[in-house]
């Protein structure tokens, strides 16, 4: 089993900073890639941002130039730092891991940020 939980969120002003953080455990044996997502409310859940074993990184357009992702592979850890947000990134972010054709999602942390 594998399990991912995510830490990290919280309320900010418009144009500060925030740094999301979610740590596999369990049954890991080789992540194919991990990354981020998103969903406000009403809305469907979105690709934030996804980096791969190799580190090829991908990113929402609303999102390029102003998060970052990236990863401790010793620590089975994926980051997602977040600057300049806006009142539109508002959602619950959520961790994904993809290993061995499976995928997983931590419990979801939620961000908020006041205009």
């Known amino acids: 089993q594998v399990q991912l939980v995510e830490s990290g969120g919280g309320l900010v002003q418009a144009g500060g900073s925030l740094r999301l953080s979610c740590a596999a455990s369990?049954?890991?044996?080789?992540?194919?890639?991990m990354g981020w997502y998103r969903q406000a409310p009403g809305k469907q859940r979105e690709l934030v941002a996804r980096i791969n074993s190799g580190s090829s990184t991908n990113y929402a357009d609303s999102v390029k130039g102003r998060f970052t992702i990236f990863r401790d592979s010793a620590l089975n850890t994926v980051y997602l730092q977040m600057n300049s947000l806006k009142p539109e990134d508002t959602a619950v972010y959520y961790c994904?891991?993809?290993?061995?054709?499976?995928?997983?999602w931590g419990q979801g942390t939620q961000v908020t940020v006041s205009s």
């Open positions: 994904n891991m993809c290993q061995n054709s499976r995928c997983y």
């Open positions: 369990g049954s890991i044996f080789s992540i194919m890639s």
